[in-house]
């Protein structure tokens, strides 16, 4: 069964940086699509980065591009994003997610992803 772990959330200052995790367990990440999506109160999920499986394309939303990137670790068997420069619009619940093995393509809408990770909480504040 394919399970997603994700890992690295917290309570950071404005202009801070943290690294989330997203480790995989039964199966292969670098075979999926992997895209972040956060939560945050009040709000519709939104999806803000993804990486592709083969060619290992990129996506970001505007709302993050320029701050956050995202990378894989195929030795680790994990997705990874770096958010710096984080503000207080940042505080969400982060999740992973991976699209369906037929799909190769980046998306950021949620409804193209099958299997989700538990979220990690992201809290921005001085």
């Known amino acids: 069964q394919l399970q997603l772990v994700d890992s690295g959330g917290g309570l950071v200052h404005p202009g801070g940086s943290l690294r989330l995790s997203c480790a995989a367990s039964?199966?292969?990440?670098?075979?999926?699509?992997i895209g972040w999506f956060r939560h945050a109160p009040g709000k519709e999920r939104e999806g803000i980065s993804c990486?592709?499986?083969?060619?290992?394309?990129?996506y970001y939303s505007a709302s993050v591009q320029g701050r956050f990137t995202i990378s894989r670790d195929n030795a680790k068997n994990t997705v990874y994003l770096q958010m710096n420069s984080l503000k207080p619009e940042d505080t969400a619940v982060y999740y992973c997610?991976?699209?369906?093995?037929?799909?190769?393509?980046?998306?950021?809408?949620?409804?193209?992803?099958?299997?989700w990770g538990q979220g990690t909480q992201v809290t921005v504040s001085s």
């Open positions: 990486i592709s499986k083969s060619d290992g394309i990129t």
């Open positions: 997610a991976a699209r369906s093995l037929l799909f190769r393509q980046c998306a950021l809408s949620e409804s193209q992803f099958n299997y």
């Open positions: 039964g199966f292969t990440l670098d075979y999926y699509t």
